[in-house]
């Protein structure tokens, strides 16, 4: 059984193994002090039902509504359309739909903001993925030997730590192993928790699913988050 201690105890290898962790809602958020929003979610985050595993509805007060999922004015006109471009300071994921529009989500990031910066693409997208333990974070913690490479990673499902879906970015033909993926943790948006990848509510990482295709390019801006945190 995975517990929150493996996951905070492989920490340290985050940046190593890119996407290796979960994050914990326990965490101290690194962005802007923000009260929980009291207004109730938007239909958009009810439960799902007719995937192959339910996804709890997000409750209220948990996710601030600067982070729900919005068309807004394109803050990035220049780029082409169907780019991502991920702001790990402001906590936000855009997908350009034109040169006036783009698609808005929330998003949680590492506890490092992110540890590269640059141009990458989404090399392919998969849903409901396999999480593969890396081989230097089994080496660290042997309990998650049934998830290794080796063994085949863990079953998908609703606490698989790569969620609904993941698209896999791809940096100069090389992966980078980070994940922009789905998780169940309501409460890690617009934080920096435990992990280094891109994780969104499961609602809104199949809704990107969905609009977003193969060899799409990512832009990933530079963090100015601090390297430590309280």
């Known amino acids: 059984m995975i517990t929150r201690r493996l996951f905070l105890g492989a920490a340290p290898l ?16 690194s962005g802007p002090a923000l009260k929980p929003t009291r207004k109730a979610m938007p239909a958009a985050y009810g439960a799902v039902l007719d995937e192959p595993y339910p996804i709890p509805a997000v409750a209220d007060g948990i996710v601030p509504e600067r982070y729900w999922r919005q068309r807004v004015t394109n803050p990035y006109p220049n780029e082409a359309p169907g780019t991502l471009i991920v702001d790990p300071n402001a906590f936000h994921l855009h997908l350009i739909e034109s040169r006036d529009s783009a698609m808005r989500y929330g998003i949680g990031v590492g506890r490092q903001g992110f ?27 042997p309990e998650l030997t049934p998830y290794s490479v080796a063994n085949g990673g863990m079953d998908p ?62 832009i990933v801006r530079s963090s100015v988050m601090p390297a430590t945190m309280a």
């Not at 940046?15 to 101290?28: F, H, K, M, P, R």
Request: aromatic residues 6%.
């Open 157 to 218: 499902g609703p606490n698989n730590p790569l969620g609904a879906r993941a698209l896999y970015l791809f940096q100069n033909g090389k992966d980078t192993l980070y994940r922009i993926h789905g998780n169940p943790e309501a409460n890690s948006i617009g934080k920096a928790v435990s992990s280094g990848c891109i994780r969104m509510l499961n609602q809104d990482v199949i809704d990107l699913h969905a609009r977003v295709r193969d060899g799409a390019k990512v």
């Open 115 to 141: 540890s590269w910066s640059g141009d990458a693409v989404v090399q392919y997208r998969r849903k409901w993925p396999r999480w593969k333990a890396p081989d230097d974070m089994v080496a660290r913690n």
């Open 14 to 29: 985050a940046v190593l193994s890119g996407c290796s962790t979960i994050g914990s809602s326990t965490d101290t958020p």
